[in-house]
């Protein structure tokens, strides 16, 4: 199967340029934000299933399993409705496509978003976190393997994993719709699919994590080794390690957020 750059294939980069889509940015959508999808103006939707490239494997609950290409505020994007996680049987590597196929499609900025569970005791379900920098806890690295130089460098810096400049206009975004976000917020990513025991909570509470998930982590990596600048937002869902916490409770956060999340995404789009 012939590739492009890191591990796409023509034919799937073929399938954006026969969108007649430029995409300068790429947004993906974590568990229940798949509605922003919705928002998408004359989109045109690829099933991962149709592209060759996409890893092989059942879609999570949240995450519709689709790239639509087309123009929200004005932009044209490439939105990513769900994701890949390692705990379906894959590597590090394969769940950075997202990354590496936002790069081969030409996009210069990556926005990741994700349902994730409060670890800093003063967050609360429904707040909204944009994201400062991230610890990778999973103990692999969609770097490790990288190819040659064509495709980005393995030894990159991620000392500002969530660019700053793209940070500053979320900021301002969200104060000129009037929807509230912390504007500062650290994500640990852990492998899952088990959710957290609190003694892990209490470990990452003093490592300094605020909100902890099973995804993300790799997108960035691989987004910033390609030179994409990225933007995150974490959805706190849950109290991480709480009573009664399921899927469904993560899913149900997702939706109650959604209009603030697409009022701040819109605001945000043309301004970067």
Not at 219 to 243: D, K, P, Q, Y
């Amino acid at each position: 199967m012939a590739t492009v750059g890191l591990g796409v294939p023509e034919q799937d980069v073929a399938r954006v340029r026969e969108s007649g889509v430029s995409p300068r940015i790429a947004l993906v959508l974590g568990s229940g934000f798949a509605g922003l999808s919705a928002m998408v103006e004359t989109p045109q939707v690829i099933p991962y299933c149709e592209l060759a490239g996409t890893p092989r494997v059942d879609a999570v609950a949240g995450h519709a399993g689709a790239l639509v290409f087309g123009t929200l505020a004005g932009i044209q994007v490439m939105v990513f409705s769900g994701r890949f996680h390692q705990y379906q049987c894959l590597t590090a590597y394969d769940v950075s496509w997202p990354a590496r196929m936002a790069a081969s499609a030409g996009c210069a900025d990556l926005v990741v978003t994700n349902a994730a569970g409060g670890v800093n005791e003063s967050l609360a379900p429904g707040d909204i976190i944009l994201l400062s920098d991230q610890m990778n806890l999973t103990g692999d690295s969609p770097l490790i393997g990288w190819p040659g130089p064509e495709g980005g460098t393995p030894f990159v810096s991620m000392r500002d994993a969530f660019d700053p400049e793209l940070r500053g206009i979320a900021l301002r975004a969200a104060g000129e719709v009037g929807v509230a976000i912390k504007p500062e917020g650290v994500y640990a990513g852990l492998l899952g699919p088990a959710y957290e025991t609190p003694a892990e909570v209490e470990m990452l509470r003093r490592l300094g994590a605020d909100v902890v998930g099973m995804s993300t982590v790799h997108e960035v990596i691989a987004a910033r080794a390609l030179g994409l600048r990225v933007l995150g937002f974490s959805l706190v869902t849950n109290v991480a390690a709480g009573v009664g916490l399921s899927h469904e409770e993560v899913l149900e956060a997702g939706r109650a957020a959604a209009d603030d999340l697409t009022r701040l995404m819109l605001a945000i789009l043309p301004r970067s």
